[in-house]
Every structure is written in structure tokens, then in C-alpha cells.
């Protein structure tokens, strides 16, 4: 074991039960329902599940907790596998289904009934909703609670065999209908819907319920720490109750840890659907999505996505963590590996007077300003180039240390040059400056020690790869937009802005995240095949203004 050693309480639990000889290997799953994408809370889900295991020398199933047809599909199955694998866990040879354990199940209500604690109900589902009771009130026996176990088979049986109509009964547990605890209120254990499931075909026509199948598929599987998130810890003692009745060869604990909630953001896989639904967003993987293939899409790192729950910690306690948390770690990760580019997201052309029509320098850039190792690049130099729209300004303030007319500024690993005229169009708007360069000033080999305060970042025109770029907010304007009562309410309007960008040579084949300098991280799109240019999205802005970090590493 490592230092994660008894981090969080969940691990303390692990720990001692290995210490104490309970258990020699932990075996844990992460068990997702088919009916969506995973999101970032599921990130958490996972790294715990496949992470204590992994600490440990133990093992983790990637369970499809299949039992409710209709709304799960393959491509949602497909999208989960590829998901926990970009996430960096194996499951190896332990996919499972709930549905693989359909006869089982099927075999282990039959025992219920025989041993008469579950019963064939009849009644509507109104009825028995009605008949349940409230948090006050305790429920009441359904009239058919005492069917005799002749007639309770009968029945099951005929419910199994396609007989009836789906709600005309219920196989139920035979509980405790004034329970405090309302799960315990004879709930139900088998349900009739005549709907084919994506993997067990048309053969059945009754489905277990979640709680039923849930916890004998973890006795199945071995799974010594069964862990979920705190809604279910009112279930607990239903879990615990078809184990006690069942008494299968291995017994499984259930431990619940609180929900991780990220600010201005949803995870409900429900209310995500939604917007896809809706064509809110692009789709699942849109990378304004919260879902684990939006973030890949967007150029977030997988082990940014791991940094990011370790930080936030396995607890009790409900949390919502802010956004800046997570850009935090996708920047620290980005900020080591990501190699520095030029880009120019709102072009404004600059013509040097003074310099010959046709040369061409080639400038040494280095590709990271922390890491010599990432050596260095050459970008093509010329008389006409491209700078950010911003980085000038005609009426500028004293301290504004970027281009002014008759203002000079430096050209990073280029020269200083001086504003001399600024071309307008009809309507006004600043469509060209001509400068003129200063050729004592080459960044590292130039003859003149000049310095001046600002430098701009460029890209050289006539050697400009076009780019479609993607520059994300986020998706909500409220902190917690599950709170709204209509999501739309609370949508952020420009959660994205679309920029015809001029990127330097280099980037036309680039086919990871890099950093745009000054600008933030960008990764290509790879769903880019359709449009005319290559596109690229904003992974993150940066935190530091790039003016620093090029003193130190620039000198000049
Ligand atoms: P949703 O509400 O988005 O549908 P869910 O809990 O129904 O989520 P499942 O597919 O059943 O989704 O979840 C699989 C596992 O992931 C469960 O063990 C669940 O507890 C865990 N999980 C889901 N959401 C979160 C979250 N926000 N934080 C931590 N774990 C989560
Ligand atoms: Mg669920």
C-alpha cells in the first residue's frame, strides 16, 4: 500500500478489514444504469471503485445494471466501456449485466416465495401507492399479502410465462407495511413489462427491481465493499434484508459516500439527456457537457479528471464543489505536458514597411518555457502579420503596454516594431497597421540591448493555417441550476463563441492539447472531419498572465 493509505474512511474500512484477516482481497464494481453517458460524478464513483481495489491488489467489475428496459441502449453500453477506459481503469475480463444474473434472480424469488416472504400482489400501482402510507402514517396490508405459496408460485410463474399485462401484479417482499423505513414496506421485487432488452433479448417479460438485483448481483460477484452514493443508504437495510434471507456463499457490505455536485453544473443523467434531447447542446459528448466524453472532446486529461476527485475526497458529507477546482487540476496537468504554440484568435493585419518583400526568417521558439527538454521549433517570420485585435488600441491609456500609434512593442522571438499608421475602413474600424521594424532587435541574436514593456504574441500571414475556434464558458448562469425549475431559465447564452482564428504552420497537424500562448490550452477537435478548417476548442484559460512567465523564461 501506498500513501493513499486510510485517506478517506472508505479506505480506513478497507484497510482494517484486511488487516484484520476479514477479507484477503478486495473486490469491489462500479455499476451503472445504461440510460446515459457517465458524468463527472461518476468519475468519482470510478476512481474509488477501481482505485481501492487497485491500491490493494484487488479487483473490479464494470457491472451494466441493466434491469430496466426501455430506456437503456448499446450505444449508451458502448459509451460507459469507452469512458472508465479513457478514465485509465481495466475491468479486464469482469463486464458484467444484472441481466446476466436473470436466472438466478429468477430462481432466488421462487425461494422467497416459497419460504412465504414474498408475495404475488394484484393491486394497481395507484393502489399501491395509496396503500403504502406516508413518512407519518404507516402503510396497509394489501388484501392479496396472504396468498398461499401454492398460489403465489402459480401466479409468478404465470407472470414469467407472459400471462398478463404489465402492472396486473407485482411479486412483492413480504416486509414490514409500517415500517419507518419506507423502502421496507413490502416493496417490490418483480415487475411485468413486456419490452426486449438490449441484452437478454425478448426473453423476459418480468424485470427484477434495482434493490432486489443489486445487491445478490454483488453476492454473486464476490464483491466484498459495495460502494454508493448516500441516497442509498436508507436501502441499506433492504440490501441487508435479501441477504438474510437468501443467505448466498459470499456477503457483501454496502457503504455509502456523499454525491459529488460540481457549482454551475448538472449531474443527473436525466436532465443531461434532456439537453441533448432538446439539442441544447450538440450531444452527449458537446464539450460544454459535464459528461465524461464532453471533457475528453473539450482536451481535459484523464488524470486531471483523477486529480480532480482525489482532491475533492471520498466523505459523508454533502459538497459542491466550485469549477475552479477542476480547471485548477486540467491546468496544472496541461501546464507540465502541453507544448506552447502561437495563435492569433482575432486577427488584425500588420504590414512591416521597412522589411524586404519576399524574405522569410525563420525565428527558434521554444515549444516550453519551464522545460528545455521539449526543444525548440522555427516560425516563419515575414513582411506581413497577424496579431490579436486587442493587442492594439488607437485611444490607449499610459499604461497600456501593448501597440499604440507611434507606440513600439516587441514581437516574441521576433523584433520590436513601431506603430506607424493605422488604415481604417469606410465605417471606421481599424483594418490594418503599417509598422516598421527595428533589425538591431532580434530576440535572442539582436546587436541592440532596447527594451521595451510589452510583448505581443504573432503569427506571419502569408504562412497562417486557417482554424475554426471553439471558446467555451459554461453552460449555466446559476450556481445550481438543478434548483431552477426549468434548466432553460438558467442556460448561459454564450457558453460558446465561434472565432476564425490564423494558427502558426505547426499546428496544422498537431493532434493534441497544446497551449496557445497568452491564450489559453487548445486541443483539435476530433469530430472536425465535417468542417472546412480545422477546429479547435478552448480547453481552459490560462490563470497567469503569459507576461510573467515569459520574464522569466525570456529575459528580454
Ligand atoms: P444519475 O442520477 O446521473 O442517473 P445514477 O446514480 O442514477 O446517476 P448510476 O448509473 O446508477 O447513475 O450510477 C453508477 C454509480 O455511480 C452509482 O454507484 C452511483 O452511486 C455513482 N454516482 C452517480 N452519480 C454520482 C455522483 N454525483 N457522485 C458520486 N458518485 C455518483
Ligand atoms: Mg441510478
Redesign the pocket.
Known sequence: MNDTEARDFIRKIIYEDLASGKHDEIVTR???????Y?????????C??FGVAAETGGRTYLRL?DTNPGKESPEFVQAIKDDVHWLGFDWEDRLTHASDYFDRLYESAITLIEKGVAYVDSLTAEEIRDYRGTLTEPGKNSPHRDRSVEENLDLFRRMYEGEFADGEHVLRAKIDMASPNMNMRDPAIYRIRHIPHQNAGDKWCIYPMYDYAHGLSDAYEGITHS???L??EDHRPLYDWFLDQLTPEHRPRQIE?????LAYTI????K?KALVDEGVVAGWDDPRMPTISGMRRRGYPPEALREFVRRAGVTKKDKVIEMGALETCVRDVLGDKAERRMAVLRPLKVVLTNYPDDQVEYMEAMNHPGNPDFGTRDLPFSKELWIEQDDFLEEAPRKFFRLKPGGEVRLRFGYIIRCDEVVKDDAGNVIELRCSYDPETRSGTGTSDRKVKGTIHWVSRPHAVDAEVRLYDRLFNEANPSAAEDVHSVLNPVSLEIVEAKLEPSLADVDEAVQFERLGYFCPDFRDDAADARVFNRIVTLRDSWAKLEKQALGN
Open positions: 462500479f455499476p451503472p444504469e445504461p440510460n446515459g457517465l458524468h463527472i460524478g461518476h468519475v468519482m464513483a470510478i474509488l471503485d445494471d460502494l454508493c452514493t441516497e442509498f459516500f456523499s454525491r459529488l455536485n449531474t443527473s443523467k436525466r443531461l
